[in-house]
């Protein structure tokens, strides 16, 4: 079956970055584009971009452009997400969701603070 | 951005009771290929979100089919018939027709 197991949680200071990961495994890596997803109490849920994992190629939401960076390494069939530049704001959930929103992976919790 | 309201915030249902929430989006979500990309999700508290219904109506494999969505164009809807204390979280609409893709801002069902 589809699964995705993203890395643990991040406690990361302000100005810093930090890459979280999500391991795909249960179907063909480079069949399905990946998402990113940010979930605050606040904003609630917020898409952050899409890769392509068999081209590489990206699109991003204007608001994270600079801020995230997505990654796949196909070898292992692992997507990555950097965040660069991180504040309080960048506190969230982070969740990886391949083609449709199908499935999902269980979230990396994010916490800036010095 | 597209923004998609969903309505209510919150709804209180008893078990069997059949109940309806609203997501209404900004602009047209018919997409220029004929799809119109619009989504349904449960967040059950402390987990991920998991796809209830997809391009409107299409019930995801697994999904009770007391789940059903219905709707076109910039208004949306999604009922449960019969809700069981399974179904308690919150409910989400996103839309895939117009980047970036947008959530609505959730609906919490919750038992009355």
């Known amino acids: 079956q589809v699964q995705l197991q993203q890395s643990g949680a991040e406690l990361v200071k302000p100005g810093t970055s930090v890459k979280l990961s999500c391991k795909a495994s249960g179907y063909t890596f480079t069949s399905n584009h990946m998402n990113w997803i940010k979930q605050t109490t606040g904003q609630g849920l917020e898409w952050i971009g899409i890769i392509n994992p068999g081209s590489g190629g990206t699109s991003y939401n204007v608001k994270f452009k600079g801020k995230a960076t997505l990654t796949v390494d196909k070898s292992s069939s692992t997507a990555f997400m950097q965040l660069s530049s991180l504040t309080p704001e960048d506190s969230a959930v982070y969740y990886c969701?391949?083609?449709?929103?199908?499935?999902w992976g269980q979230g990396t919790l994010v916490t800036v603070s010095s | 951005d597209v923004v998609l309201t969903q309505t209510p915030p919150t709804l209180s249902a008893t078990i069997g009771q059949s109940v309806s929430i609203s997501c209404r989006s900004s602009q047209s979500l018919l997409h220029s290929n004929g799809n119109t990309y619009l989504h349904w999700l449960l967040q059950r508290p402390g987990q991920s979100p998991q796809l209830l219904i997809y391009?409107?109506?299409r019930l995801e494999s697994g999904v009770p089919n007391r789940f059903s969505g219905s709707g076109s164009g910039t208004d949306f809807t999604l009922k449960i018939s019969g809700v069981e204390a399974e179904d308690l979280g919150v409910y989400y609409c996103v839309q895939g027709t117009h980047a970036p893709w947008t959530f609505g801002g959730g609906t919490k069902l919750e038992l009355k």
């Open positions: 391009l409107v109506s």
């Open positions: 969701a391949p083609g449709a929103f199908a499935y």
